[in-house]
């Protein structure tokens, strides 16, 4: 069966999929009732599928016809901490929780692709392995599923994320950097605290707190080639108890971005040493913790070429949409710690029905008919990866 006529057969069920997971969102490691649905819909189309990956993951695998490569479908399946304000006849019926940033779509897309590839399994040289990663807003998902041997023989992985930025359709497929990392930093300041009238008898740490940020911000205007892309934010700080008393312990707690290994490698060093000299310099002292929760999403170049290439079959001649870079993160960079993969950003906006609504807005909205074509997308790439 040929593409478009797959696309058509599945486009109802994408839709009712879409609808139903975006009803019923549960947030990172609490995915039971969706990782259920998951494998009934899974079990339905008598697709082999394990356990795999915290409590929630799921991970099918379709054998093709013929031997040949692996090849890893990812797509995530949590939703976040919002209330949502949509007003659509199936939004969220879990006060508190929306998939605002399109986690419904991404698996109702990867059922209609498991439900495609099916039925073409036969002429497939391969193996297709779909992964319906949990947890990837806490980073904890693609490391759960590494840990219960999803990647085990997969030669190259892809992941598609829906973006409501990007035009309906279209598709932004970077070479190299793609996403950010997003590593978080808390410095733990100590002083000695005592009478707001006698600072001489006290470490204050307010002002000591002030200096270390401000002197964080020379990490990447003075250390950081200028050429690479960095950001450090401090987010939190936490001090005092009272206007008169000079406080004692201060906490600060941020994020660093960047889209390197080597500049990322140079952060917890950097924050920790002028963290703690800066202490030093006003009697007092810090315990710094560094947690690197996401590398960078960084594209094989090659396999790039060929997502390209087979975007423009389904999607046109100008499918692709150069995108800028953006510093958000994504777990899906574990992967390519590991193996050769691209994630690629695919349009859902579109004004006529109100999908101009950032990701993780009360408010965000997406294209839908337009996500047949992401699932297309995903059924060429891997006609043409294990096939071509
Ligand atoms: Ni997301």
Known sequence: MDIQALGAKYHDYLIEMRRWFHANPEVSCE??????????????????????????GVMATIEGGKPGKRIMLREDIDALTVNEETGLEYASKNPGVMHACGHDCHIAILLAVAGMLNEIKDELCGTVVLAFQPAEENAKGALGMMQEGLLDGVDVCFGMHVWSDIPSGKIS????????????????????????????????????????????????????????????????????TRWNV??????????????????????????????????????????CQYNGMVPPTINDAKFAALVRSSAKKVLGEDALYDYPLTMGGEDFGYYQQKIPGVMVLFGVGNPACDAVHPQHSCYFKVDEDALIKGAMTHVQIVRDFLNG
């Open 173 to 240: 497929v970077r070479d190299g950097a793609a996403m950010a990392s997003a590593d978080q930093f808390i410095i733990d300041i100590e002083g000695v605290s005592g009478h707001g009238a006698t600072p001489h008898l006290c470490a204050d740490v307010v002002p000591m707190t002030s200096a270390i940020i401000q002197s964080l911000q020379t990490v990447v205007s003075r250390e950081i080639d200028p050429t690479e892309t960095a950001v450090l934010t401090v987010g939190t700080i936490q001090a005092g």
């Open 31 to 56: 995915e039971f009732n969706t990782s259920a649905r998951i494998k009934e819909e899974l079990d339905k189309m008598g697709i082999a599928w394990r356990p795999c990956g915290l409590k929630t």
């Open 246 to 287: 000079i406080a004692g312990k201060a906490q600060i707690t941020g994020t660093t971005r960047c889209f390197s290994n080597a500049v990322r490698d140079q952060f917890p060093e950097a924050i920790e040493r002028i963290a703690s000299q800066t202490a030093a310099a006003y009697r007092g002292s810090v315990k």
